[in-house]
């Protein structure tokens, strides 16, 4: 996964940002601008973002003091994380045809966070997503030890939450994630 440079990537962020004012209103750019040069470290959780497709953008308000959310916007479930099970437990407990990795993992080792329900709830409020492929979402530990996992889609103009086996994985299944800044 080649990452895009600081400079591009903050261009492609800034016009995306206005591009879709109706995701964070009232929030300026030069406000996110600057808490990105106040926490460098975001802008690499970012560039992997962008680069595996997730195309993340703000969403929601924010005050000085708040934390900024940024979260994946691409249309559909980002394409460089999908056919992955929920956590490295299900992929252990795969015995064959085991896919290339987790969503857990994953979005661990980029530095973002699964979306929980409420964030996938926010989300769907600022656009629509997830209209032909589906997101795993931060699965409460009592579901998780029965072996299920959860995940989202947008269909019929309404936002469902659905479980399945967490070993599962699917070419239209990924995962979304959240990064605080």
């Known amino acids: 996964m080649t990452l895009p440079e600081p400079d591009a990537l903050l261009a492609t962020l800034a016009a995306r940002f206005d591009r879709h004012a109706q995701r964070h209103p009232g929030l ?38 708040d934390p900024i959310l940024f979260c994946d916007c691409s249309p559909e479930s980002p394409a460089g994380r999908r056919s992955l099970c929920y956590d490295q437990a299900a992929l252990d407990a795969r015995k064959d045809n085991k896919p290339p990795g987790s969503a857990v993992e994953a979005a661990a080792a980029m530095g973002i966070a699964l979306l929980s329900e409420d964030h996938y709830r926010a989300l769907q409020s600022v656009g629509e997503f997830d209209l032909k492929t589906s997101s795993w979402i931060a699965t409460p530990p009592e579901v998780r030890a029965l072996g299920g996992a959860l995940f989202c889609d947008r269909r019929y103009g309404r936002v469902f939450v659905y479980h399945n086996g967490a070993q599962s994985y699917y070419a239209a299944r990924g995962f979304r994630g959240c990064l605080r800044v």
Do not use: K, Q
């Not at 600057?34 to 005050?63: N, Q």
């Open 28 to 65: 300026a750019w030069s406000t996110v601008r600057a808490r990105l040069e106040a926490h460098p470290l975001a802008l690499g959780t970012l560039a992997r973002m962008e680069a595996s497709g997730g195309e993340p953008d703000v969403i929601g308000e924010a005050s000085a003091s």
